[in-house]
Protein backbone atom coordinates (compact mmCIF):
# COMPACT_ATOMS: atom_id res chain seq x y z
CA UNK A 1 0.00 0.00 0.00
CA UNK A 2 1.29 3.91 -0.27
CA UNK A 3 3.00 5.85 2.55
CA UNK A 4 1.74 9.28 3.01
CA UNK A 5 4.42 11.80 4.64
CA UNK A 6 2.17 14.25 5.74
CA UNK A 7 3.18 17.99 7.64
CA UNK A 8 3.36 19.45 9.83
CA UNK A 9 2.44 16.94 12.34
CA UNK A 10 1.16 19.94 14.97
CA UNK A 11 1.23 23.77 15.16
CA UNK A 12 -0.30 26.20 17.13
CA UNK A 13 -1.44 29.18 15.54
CA UNK A 14 -3.23 32.63 15.94
CA UNK A 15 -6.93 33.07 14.93
CA UNK A 16 -7.49 35.10 11.29
CA UNK A 17 -4.36 33.34 10.25
CA UNK A 18 -3.72 30.03 7.67
CA UNK A 19 -1.91 27.59 7.51
CA UNK A 20 -1.34 24.84 4.92
CA UNK A 21 -0.84 21.02 5.37
CA UNK A 22 1.21 19.26 3.20
CA UNK A 23 0.37 15.47 2.28
CA UNK A 24 3.68 13.29 -0.63
CA UNK A 25 2.31 10.03 -1.81
CA UNK A 26 5.28 7.78 -2.43
CA UNK A 27 3.46 6.55 -5.49
CA UNK A 28 0.81 8.04 -8.00
CA UNK A 29 -3.28 8.31 -6.87
CA UNK A 30 -5.99 9.47 -8.89
CA UNK A 31 -8.05 10.80 -5.60
CA UNK A 32 -7.21 12.08 -2.13
CA UNK A 33 -9.01 12.34 0.27
CA UNK A 34 -9.00 15.19 3.24
CA UNK A 35 -10.63 14.39 6.97
CA UNK A 36 -11.19 16.13 10.01
CA UNK A 37 -11.68 14.77 13.22
CA UNK A 38 -12.41 17.12 15.74
CA UNK A 39 -11.91 16.47 19.39
CA UNK A 40 -13.46 13.56 20.58
CA UNK A 41 -15.30 12.88 17.28
CA UNK A 42 -14.83 10.66 14.43
CA UNK A 43 -13.23 11.60 10.83
CA UNK A 44 -15.33 13.82 8.29
CA UNK A 45 -14.78 14.31 4.92
CA UNK A 46 -13.68 17.65 3.67
CA UNK A 47 -12.99 17.44 0.14
CA UNK A 48 -11.73 14.67 -2.73
CA UNK A 49 -8.86 16.01 -4.77
CA UNK A 50 -8.56 15.09 -8.20
CA UNK A 51 -5.17 15.68 -10.07
CA UNK A 52 -6.33 18.11 -12.55
CA UNK A 53 -10.10 19.18 -11.34
CA UNK A 54 -11.53 21.28 -8.63
CA UNK A 55 -12.02 19.52 -5.79
CA UNK A 56 -15.21 18.09 -4.90
CA UNK A 57 -16.47 19.67 -1.13
CA UNK A 58 -18.70 17.78 0.84
CA UNK A 59 -21.60 19.83 2.98
CA UNK A 60 -20.76 22.03 5.05
CA UNK A 61 -17.22 22.86 3.82
CA UNK A 62 -16.61 25.36 1.37
CA UNK A 63 -13.24 26.03 -0.90
CA UNK A 64 -13.21 29.59 0.64
CA UNK A 65 -12.01 28.23 4.04
CA UNK A 66 -10.50 25.16 2.64
CA UNK A 67 -8.57 25.41 -0.65
CA UNK A 68 -6.94 22.48 -1.85
CA UNK A 69 -4.26 21.92 -4.79
CA UNK A 70 -3.49 18.77 -5.91
CA UNK A 71 -0.46 19.84 -8.59
CA UNK A 72 0.07 16.69 -9.44
CA UNK A 73 -0.81 12.88 -8.88
CA UNK A 74 1.52 12.35 -5.59
CA UNK A 75 1.01 15.74 -3.48
CA UNK A 76 -1.81 17.80 -2.57
CA UNK A 77 -2.01 20.29 0.05
CA UNK A 78 -4.99 21.96 2.10
CA UNK A 79 -4.93 25.32 3.36
CA UNK A 80 -7.35 26.58 6.56
CA UNK A 81 -7.63 29.52 6.00
CA UNK A 82 -9.13 32.29 8.57
CA UNK A 83 -8.61 30.21 11.39
CA UNK A 84 -10.78 30.56 14.39
CA UNK A 85 -10.58 28.41 17.93
CA UNK A 86 -13.39 25.57 16.58
CA UNK A 87 -11.24 24.68 13.75
CA UNK A 88 -9.14 23.04 16.49
CA UNK A 89 -8.76 19.65 14.97
CA UNK A 90 -6.86 16.93 13.34
CA UNK A 91 -6.76 16.80 9.63
CA UNK A 92 -5.86 13.76 7.67
CA UNK A 93 -5.17 12.96 4.53
CA UNK A 94 -6.09 9.45 2.77
CA UNK A 95 -5.58 7.74 -0.69
CA UNK A 96 -7.62 4.67 -1.69
CA UNK A 97 -5.81 1.18 -2.75
CA UNK A 98 -4.02 1.32 -5.72
CA UNK A 99 -4.15 -0.77 -8.80
CA UNK A 100 -3.68 -4.19 -8.33
CA UNK A 101 -4.41 -3.65 -4.06
CA UNK A 102 -7.63 -4.86 -4.65
CA UNK A 103 -9.76 -3.06 -1.38
CA UNK A 104 -6.91 -3.70 0.86
CA UNK A 105 -7.78 -0.77 2.82
CA UNK A 106 -6.75 2.89 2.52
CA UNK A 107 -4.13 4.81 3.69
CA UNK A 108 -3.87 7.79 6.09
CA UNK A 109 -1.16 10.43 6.97
CA UNK A 110 -0.13 10.64 10.15
CA UNK A 111 -2.16 13.45 10.76
CA UNK A 112 -1.61 17.33 11.71
CA UNK A 113 -2.57 18.26 15.47
CA UNK A 114 -4.05 22.03 14.85
CA UNK A 115 -4.78 24.64 17.82
CA UNK A 116 -5.84 27.68 17.49
CA UNK A 117 -5.38 30.30 20.30
CA UNK B 1 -25.09 7.59 0.75
CA UNK B 2 -23.57 5.17 3.62
CA UNK B 3 -23.94 5.54 7.10
CA UNK B 4 -21.90 3.77 10.32
CA UNK B 5 -23.36 3.90 13.97
CA UNK B 6 -21.23 2.49 16.40
CA UNK B 7 -23.80 2.26 19.49
CA UNK B 8 -21.03 2.28 22.04
CA UNK B 9 -19.10 5.44 22.19
CA UNK B 10 -16.96 4.18 25.48
CA UNK B 11 -16.19 0.53 26.77
CA UNK B 12 -14.33 -0.59 29.51
CA UNK B 13 -13.32 -3.43 30.03
CA UNK B 14 -10.66 -5.45 32.64
CA UNK B 15 -7.72 -6.88 30.97
CA UNK B 16 -7.57 -10.48 29.59
CA UNK B 17 -11.82 -10.64 30.08
CA UNK B 18 -13.26 -10.95 26.46
CA UNK B 19 -15.03 -7.96 24.27
CA UNK B 20 -17.18 -6.72 21.57
CA UNK B 21 -17.65 -3.41 19.89
CA UNK B 22 -20.95 -2.77 18.36
CA UNK B 23 -20.95 -1.51 14.77
CA UNK B 24 -23.90 -1.33 11.97
CA UNK B 25 -23.96 0.48 9.10
CA UNK B 26 -26.69 1.32 6.18
CA UNK B 27 -26.40 1.84 2.25
CA UNK B 28 -28.04 1.70 -0.69
CA UNK B 29 -25.14 -0.25 -2.26
CA UNK B 30 -22.58 -3.00 -1.77
CA UNK B 31 -20.21 -1.97 0.53
CA UNK B 32 -16.46 -2.70 1.96
CA UNK B 33 -16.29 -2.83 5.80
CA UNK B 34 -13.55 -1.85 7.80
CA UNK B 35 -12.12 -1.45 11.40
CA UNK B 36 -9.35 1.00 12.26
CA UNK B 37 -7.58 1.22 15.28
CA UNK B 38 -6.07 4.86 16.83
CA UNK B 39 -3.88 4.39 19.70
CA UNK B 40 -3.40 7.62 21.76
CA UNK B 41 -1.83 10.41 20.00
CA UNK B 42 -0.85 8.44 16.74
CA UNK B 43 -2.53 8.09 13.23
CA UNK B 44 -5.13 5.93 11.75
CA UNK B 45 -4.52 1.98 11.21
CA UNK B 46 -6.29 -0.63 9.75
CA UNK B 47 -6.90 -3.36 11.57
CA UNK B 48 -9.29 -5.33 9.52
CA UNK B 49 -11.39 -5.70 6.80
CA UNK B 50 -13.69 -7.49 5.03
CA UNK B 51 -14.25 -7.86 1.50
CA UNK B 52 -15.51 -10.79 0.17
CA UNK B 53 -15.37 -14.77 0.93
CA UNK B 54 -16.04 -15.88 4.38
CA UNK B 55 -17.65 -13.76 6.76
CA UNK B 56 -15.12 -14.05 9.51
CA UNK B 57 -12.39 -11.91 9.54
CA UNK B 58 -9.22 -11.77 11.72
CA UNK B 59 -6.52 -10.04 12.93
CA UNK B 60 -2.59 -10.73 13.57
CA UNK B 61 -3.40 -9.26 17.01
CA UNK B 62 -6.16 -11.37 17.87
CA UNK B 63 -9.05 -8.95 16.68
CA UNK B 64 -12.03 -10.60 14.68
CA UNK B 65 -15.31 -9.22 12.99
CA UNK B 66 -17.68 -11.13 11.44
CA UNK B 67 -20.07 -9.38 8.79
CA UNK B 68 -23.90 -10.19 9.36
CA UNK B 69 -25.24 -9.14 5.93
CA UNK B 70 -28.73 -9.84 6.97
CA UNK B 71 -28.47 -7.57 10.42
CA UNK B 72 -26.01 -5.18 8.64
CA UNK B 73 -23.50 -5.65 11.19
CA UNK B 74 -19.57 -5.72 11.40
CA UNK B 75 -19.27 -6.47 15.29
CA UNK B 76 -15.73 -6.39 16.49
CA UNK B 77 -13.97 -8.97 19.02
CA UNK B 78 -11.73 -10.66 21.34
CA UNK B 79 -11.50 -12.79 23.40
CA UNK B 80 -9.05 -11.66 26.05
CA UNK B 81 -8.11 -7.98 26.31
CA UNK B 82 -4.51 -6.45 26.65
CA UNK B 83 -3.43 -3.29 28.58
CA UNK B 84 -1.99 -2.31 25.33
CA UNK B 85 -5.95 -2.45 23.13
CA UNK B 86 -6.81 0.75 24.58
CA UNK B 87 -7.27 2.78 21.91
CA UNK B 88 -10.27 4.10 20.07
CA UNK B 89 -11.77 2.20 17.29
CA UNK B 90 -13.61 3.29 14.40
CA UNK B 91 -16.00 0.99 11.80
CA UNK B 92 -16.13 2.16 7.98
CA UNK B 93 -17.62 1.31 4.99
CA UNK B 94 -16.57 2.05 1.40
CA UNK B 95 -18.96 1.62 -1.62
CA UNK B 96 -17.84 -1.39 -3.80
CA UNK B 97 -17.90 0.48 -7.24
CA UNK B 98 -18.52 3.75 -7.70
CA UNK B 99 -16.18 7.15 -8.69
CA UNK B 100 -17.10 8.18 -4.91
CA UNK B 101 -15.27 5.35 -2.74
CA UNK B 102 -14.14 7.44 0.18
CA UNK B 103 -14.59 6.16 3.62
CA UNK B 104 -17.19 6.26 5.91
CA UNK B 105 -17.01 6.48 9.50
CA UNK B 106 -18.70 5.64 12.50
CA UNK B 107 -18.24 7.64 15.59
CA UNK B 108 -15.86 5.69 17.43
CA UNK B 109 -15.68 3.07 20.05
CA UNK B 110 -12.93 4.36 23.15
CA UNK B 111 -12.06 0.70 24.57
CA UNK B 112 -9.96 1.22 27.72
CA UNK B 113 -8.69 -1.62 29.32
CA UNK B 114 -8.47 -1.75 32.75
CA UNK B 115 -6.10 -3.14 34.90
Known amino acids: SAVISQKPSRDICQRGTSLTIQCQVD?????MFWYRQQPGQSLTLIAT?????????ESGFVIDKFPISRPNLTFSTLTVSNMSPEDSSIYLC??????????????FGSGTRLTVV | AQSVTQLDSQVPVFEEAPVELRCNYS??????LFWYVQYPNQGLQLLLK??????LVKSINGFEAEFNKSQTSFHLRKPSVHISDTAEYFC?????????????FGSGTQLTVLP
Open chain 1, 94 to 107: SVPPGPGQGAGGYT
Open chain 2, 92 to 104: AVSPRSGSARQLT
Open chain 1, 49 to 57: ANQGSEATY
Open chain 1, 27 to 31: SQVTM
Open chain 2, 27 to 32: SSVSVY
Open chain 2, 50 to 55: YLSGST
